[in-house]
């Protein structure tokens, strides 16, 4: 039999306020254990939670983001469970009025496009940390996380690969930075996701019994979890098994996931309305405010990279992948002062092979944008050639100067001058008449050769395409 695979996101965008959702706590990752926990993140007795308007601010930017629903009035509710890192026996959510309703995701797989659509998002607090690590027989707990805000991004079961799940993640998490929302960091925990995995016979229109494998913090660990559970499910199906709903973990040590608890459904929490909190309303003036505060996207800014700088769509959803990339490279574009395709290439490729060495963002290069707008300039002027340019940026990554300043010292300005390149050429045909007589008897790659010959007697500083053209000119 053939099976198809069903999956859906639950994602935690951990969202970039200073303070948490209900209290004045800080958010800041990496202090000693329990050293941001306010009276209200621990639920003392008579305490009372006060709503963060910096976090509504952006949920708000989010749903515009994905083209959803605000919601004029929401309702925070109680969603209740025991854990030993939630210290008030339930979690502040939002049940059957979310901030946000609808919207969808458009992501790049294989070359195509997919369209995935949201369910909800919905605001909450992240609950405290369980520590197993450093004690022995004991667990500790750490509530500083107890009270972060966080913005749960739920989509419909519209995904059918590991692949595609990834992709979409990726896509998230790159929009969720890109309108400054989240800063995305998956070490930290500021990014998670939790699949929803089902498989049902190809052609079903029938949902499978799905399992949930919680808190995935790679896109690494998120594909791997998800192509495992799908194996798991099949292989338990067709041996006679049934799969049950339940909670499960991603073992990366062993590759596998495994059974936490049975899945609880909706009315095993008792959600019911926060009698602390009034319910949110969200005037429209205050959402057409966040919609002109809006940077401009990344669907919108691809299309015009395509039809403003002709780019191939390739290129212009690369240069999109994150914000810092394409303010890179339009702040190429504006010190060259035009030419975008050469600026693409540069910044797609002696750029992009530099951030991947060093694992860092574009805003982080050592290679600025003006520096490089300064290297492309020299090559489409004819100082330097393409192969030389590239030596020039190592030299410049290594932090020996500016491109103009690592030219002269090393003297690697381009001869451009006709008659200085016809004496070189003359010189090399006087000095290679077998190469001469095999190019004239129909050799092409004795063509070749007298190039390099060229280039080798200029010491690399010849212009290619004036060499070639004398070469061919003397050569009839």
Known sequence: MVWEIVIGLETHAQLSTVSKIFSGASTAFGAAPNTQASAVDIALPGVLPVLNKAAVERAIRFGLAVGGRIAPRSVFARKNYFYPDLPKGYQISQFELPVVVGGEVLVAVDGAEKRVRLTRAHLEEDAGK????????????????????????????????????????????????????????????????????????????????????????????????????????????????????????????KGETRAMRSKEDAHDYRYFPDPDLLPLEIAPEWIESVRAALPELPAAMRARFAADHGLPEADATTLTSSKALATYYEQVVRGVGGEPKACASWVLGELSALLNRLEVEADASPVGPAALAGLVQRVLDGTVSGKTAKDVFESMAAGEGAADAIIEKRGLRQISDAGAIEAIVDQVLAANAKLVDDYRAGKEKAFNALVGQVMKASQGKANPAQANAILKARLG
């Open 130 to 253: 369980s520590l197993h690590e450093d004690f022995h027989g004991m667990s500790g707990i750490d509530l500083n996380r107890a009270g972060t805000p966080l913005l749960e991004i739920v989509t419909e079961p519209d995904m059918r690969s590991a692949r595609e799940a990834v992709a979409y993640a990726k896509t998230l998490h790159a929009l969720v930075r890109w309108i400054g929302i989240c800063d995305g960091n998956m070490q930290e925990g500021s990014f998670r996701c939790d699949a929803n995995v089902s498989v049902r016979p190809a052609g079903s229109q029938t949902l499978g019994t799905r399992c949930e494998i919680k808190n995935l913090n790679s896109f690494r660990f998120l594909e791997k979890a998800i192509e495992f559970e799908a194996r798991r499910q099949v292989e338990l199906i067709e041996d006679g098994g049934k799969v049950r709903q339940e909670t499960r973990l991603w073992d990366p040590q």
